[in-house]
């Protein structure tokens, strides 16, 4: 599923609106992933209308994955279908699952022209390499008033929202961090306090095992899960990374490249090998990595912020319960950052006025306060305040210390196919740790000289 790199802009761009938080979730990454399946819409190329009195009340289509579709998103679909009459517009969202089978259910949609209205995404940047370009979106950045105001510039202005200076996306979410998710009162049982490095991390993990309870929970089912640990690996390098990423975009370094990487899956399956994640991580879901850890039959679970809008709304006598720290690795002390989802416009949606309305509605102030007072989460959006949960409280510190770095993936103009399943064949015995970051470079090449990329020949 689930952008930007240096922690110190993302801090100065986002103050306007992570001063207003109080208490309270992608990505996007990545967040996403759930059961569901594709159903294709007839409703697409010609949405349908009704009259109610004078006012005309046209069909808003929207895909999304089954993850991303959860109590923000429903409270703004609520109010626009109680009020539709009103709006004069109705929203109609479909979901499917989401990970690698949602992104070609959407690749193959956009290939045969059947995208509906609307479509959330992994950001422009996304769209422009993994959908065939930006042909079947719109530039937004001037219709429905001068919504863009109401966004942090550090946010707008990466690639997740805007190509060459266009604006293709909505920001749509809230803003995310990885960390470990901890039950606090399975640590205060146990007796240990929040590790500061990794061997306490360690240690932590050897004394919840010798108490009977899972150490560390991998909901691996839910395949998008499990690079969420490996992903803090890049912070280990500790310096810039958009400059190696730049590199990489030219053919100069590689993946392979990176020893620490390498390392760091090495580290994740060592926590397999001594027991520390459960032996049933394969048949385990993301669901069920919730469940445990609000409960306390697991202590941790590594995800980011957007983990606790579902435990608040499945568990809400037990959010309070959970904590979080980062990934305690020795090199850096940051976390990754994740820019929020992009709700993006297709050209299916071909009513110019109607779209002016539904950005208009969308993007104020107003509706997007509906949006956080339902799900919670960290703001990304201006003159809208959230109340956090001591989860997300947890890691917006790392936040406002200048603790964060966008996510490693953003500046790279090429996927580099599907790590959880290489990471998955190298805990499984199938590959080396160094076969992983080979078979991304494989793939970065692959997609770069499909786009006949020149320092590709």
């Given at each position: 599923?689930?952008?930007?790199?240096?922690?110190?802009?993302?801090?100065?761009?986002?103050?306007?609106?992570?001063?207003?938080?109080?208490?309270?979730?992608?990505?996007?990454?990545?967040?996403?992933?759930?059961?569901?399946?594709?159903?294709?819409?007839s409703?697409?190329?010609?949405?349908?209308?009704s009259s109610?009195?004078?006012?005309?009340?046209?069909?808003?289509?929207?895909?999304?994955f089954?993850?991303?579709?959860?109590?923000?998103?429903?409270?703004?679909?609520?109010d626009?279908?109680?009020?539709?009459?009103?709006?004069?517009?109705?929203?109609?969202?479909?979901?499917?699952?989401?990970?690698?089978?949602?992104?070609?259910?959407?690749?193959?949609?956009?290939a045969?022209?059947?995208l509906p209205?609307?479509?959330?995404?992994?950001?422009?940047?996304?769209?422009?390499?993994?959908?065939?370009?930006?042909?079947?979106?719109?530039?937004?950045?001037?219709?429905?008033?001068?919504?863009?105001?109401?966004?942090?510039?550090?946010?707008?202005?990466?690639?997740?929202?805007?190509?060459?200076?266009?604006?293709?996306?909505?920001?749509?979410?809230?803003?995310?961090?990885?960390?470990?998710f901890?039950?606090?009162?399975?640590?205060?049982?146990?007796?240990?306090?929040?590790?500061?490095?990794?061997?306490?991390?360690?240690?932590?993990?050897?004394k919840?095992?010798?108490?009977g309870?899972?150490?560390?929970?991998?909901?691996a089912?839910?395949?998008?899960?499990?690079?969420?640990?490996?992903?803090?690996?890049?912070l280990?390098?500790?310096?810039?990374?958009?400059?190696?990423?730049?590199?990489?975009?030219?053919?100069?370094?590689?993946?392979?490249?990176?020893?620490?990487?390498?390392?760091?899956f090495?580290?994740?399956?060592?926590?397999?090998?001594?027991?520390?994640?459960?032996?049933?991580?394969?048949?385990?879901?993301?669901?069920?990595?919730?469940?445990?850890?609000?409960?306390?039959?697991?202590?941790?679970?590594?995800?980011?912020?957007?983990?606790?809008?579902?435990?608040?709304?499945?568990?809400?006598?037990?959010?309070?319960d959970?904590?979080?720290?980062?990934?305690?690795?020795?090199?850096?002390?940051n976390?990754?950052?994740?820019?929020?989802?992009?709700?993006?416009?297709?050209?299916?949606?071909?009513?110019?006025?109607?779209?002016?309305?539904f950005?208009a509605?969308?993007?104020?102030?107003?509706?997007?306060?509906?949006?956080?007072?339902?799900?919670?989460?960290?703001?990304?959006?201006?003159?809208?305040?959230?109340?956090?949960?001591?989860?997300?409280?947890?890691?917006k510190?790392?936040l406002?210390?200048?603790?964060?770095?966008g996510?490693?993936?953003?500046?790279?103009?090429?996927?580099?196919?599907?790590?959880?399943?290489?990471?998955?064949?190298?805990?499984?015995?199938?590959k080396?740790?160094?076969?992983?970051?080979?078979?991304?470079d494989?793939?970065?090449?692959?997609?770069?000289?499909?786009?006949?990329?020149p320092?590709?020949k």
């Amino acid at each position: 599923m689930k952008k930007g790199l240096v922690a110190s802009s993302m801090v100065l761009g986002l103050s306007l609106v992570l001063s207003a938080c109080g208490s309270n979730a992608n990505n996007a990454n990545e967040s996403p992933s759930a059961s569901g399946a594709a159903s294709p819409t007839s409703e697409a190329s010609a949405p349908a209308s009704s009259s109610s009195g004078n006012q005309e009340v046209k069909d808003i289509t929207m895909l999304m994955f089954t993850d991303w579709y959860k109590s923000g998103i429903q409270a703004i679909e609520k109010d626009i279908n109680d009020n539709a009459d009103k709006l004069g517009f109705r929203l109609k969202i479909e979901k499917i699952a989401g990970g690698a089978a949602g992104e070609q259910i959407y690749k193959a949609r956009a290939a045969a022209n059947e995208l509906p209205m609307l479509i959330s995404t992994y950001g422009t940047k996304w769209v422009k390499s993994e959908m065939g370009g930006l042909t079947h979106f719109q530039e937004i950045g001037g219709i429905g008033g001068d919504w863009t105001q109401n966004y942090p510039e550090s946010i707008l202005n990466t690639g997740t929202f805007t190509d060459e200076g266009k604006v293709y996306g909505i920001p749509f979410d809230s803003v995310n961090i990885n960390g470990v998710f901890y039950n606090k009162k399975v640590f205060e049982k146990v007796g240990i306090q929040i590790p500061q490095t990794y061997q306490q991390f360690l240690d932590a993990l050897a004394k919840i095992k010798e108490a009977g309870i899972t150490p560390l929970y991998l909901p691996a089912k839910d395949t998008w899960t499990v690079n969420m640990f490996d992903h803090e690996g890049w912070l280990r390098l500790n310096q810039p990374l958009k400059p190696i990423m730049d590199k990489i975009n030219i053919n100069e370094t590689h993946f392979a490249d990176q020893s620490l990487l390498a390392d760091t899956f090495t580290k994740h399956k060592e926590l397999l090998e001594k027991g520390y994640i459960q032996k049933t991580y394969l048949s385990d879901t993301y669901a069920g990595a919730q469940k445990a850890v609000a409960e306390g039959t697991a202590a941790m679970t590594v995800n980011a912020t957007w983990m606790i809008d579902n435990i608040a709304k499945d568990y809400p006598d037990k959010v309070a319960d959970i904590g979080a720290f980062r990934v305690p690795f020795d090199e850096d002390q940051n976390a990754t950052i994740y820019m929020p989802f992009n709700l993006s416009v297709t050209d299916q949606f071909a009513d110019k006025d109607l779209l002016a309305k539904f950005i208009a509605y969308f993007t104020s102030p107003a509706t997007q306060q509906k949006f956080y007072d339902a799900q919670g989460g960290i703001p990304a959006i201006k003159n809208v305040t959230s109340k956090l949960q001591p989860a997300q409280e947890d890691l917006k510190k790392l936040l406002d210390e200048g603790k964060t770095v966008g996510f490693w993936g953003d500046p790279l103009n090429y996927s580099w196919g599907d790590q959880n399943a290489y990471l998955l064949d190298f805990f499984l015995g199938a590959k080396k740790a160094e076969d992983v970051l080979k078979a991304m470079d494989d793939e970065f090449a692959k997609n770069a000289k499909a786009k006949q990329d020149p320092n590709w020949k």
